[in-house]
């Protein structure tokens, strides 16, 4: 089973920053099954990228995803007030499961 | 536009089973672009996938919880079910119902989630 490792825990930034999440795989991750999603507090989880750098319809160009085999980024170039929120990076693999990674929390500095 | 919404009992007792029901609406669970399943998130804590059904019948479990899960579904009310057996603390958490692409693996779609707490 493929473990995936998120850090840091916790990031402190202002808005204006650029930010870059790390999702480590414990093995090779199909670069097709690597997703990317946004938690706010009381909210579902909501998809931002798939296929490791495919932003989802309507998510602003600010959010980029890239990365393969074990190393995945997440990069919010410019932080917006509403960016500040959970992130979780998302695999699919053998056997069929999907499995998350602990997730970072970007809060306002 | 799609939804999903849980359903079920906000409280169990230890060792008592969890039943869940997510209806779907707007949408069909025989789609087969799609699995539907359940994920849950222990307060404070990351998510946790739990199992899908895919429109064939085909069901897909977390190896950790397989032994004690059981997900159904209900094509004639176009709902999914999650059944949890000798449940403990543990096993509080929000439980989302969850739509799943069948080719990219990725959830698109969340119900808005029910808190199930387990206590005597």
């Known amino acids: 089973e493929i473990v995936l490792t998120q850090s840091p825990g916790t990031l402190s930034l202002s808005p204006g920053e650029r930010v870059t999440l790390s999702c480590r795989a414990s093995q090779t991750v199909s670069t097709s099954y690597l997703g990317w999603y946004q938690q706010k507090p009381g909210q579902a989880p909501s998809l931002l990228i798939y296929g490791a750098s495919n932003r989802v319809t309507g998510i602003p160009d600010r959010f980029s995803g890239s990365g393969s085999g074990t190393d995945f980024t997440l990069t919010i170039s410019r932080l917006e007030p509403e960016d500040f929120a959970v992130y979780y990076c998302q695999q699919y693999g053998s056997p069929p499961l999907l499995t998350f990674g602990g997730g970072t929390k970007v809060e306002i500095k | 536009q799609l939804r999903l919404q849980e359903s079920g009992p906000g409280l169990v007792k230890p060792s008592e089973t969890l039943s869940l029901t997510c209806t779907v609406s707007?949408?069909?669970?025989?789609?087969?672009?799609?699995?539907w399943g359940w994920i849950r998130q222990p307060p404070g804590k990351g998510l946790e996938w739990i199992a899908n059904i895919y429109y064939s019948g085909s069901t897909y479990y977390n190896p950790s919880l397989k032994s004690r899960v059981t997900i159904s579904g209900d094509t004639s009310n176009n709902q999914i079910s999650l059944k949890l057996t000798s449940v403990t603390a543990a096993d509080t958490a929000v439980y989302y119902c969850?739509?799943?692409?069948?080719?990219?693996?990725?959830?698109?779609?969340w119900g808005q989630g029910a808190l199930v707490t387990v206590s005597p």
């Open positions: 969850a739509r799943t692409s069948s080719s990219w693996y990725f959830v698109d779609y």
């Open positions: 707007g949408g069909s669970i025989m789609s087969p672009s799609y699995y």
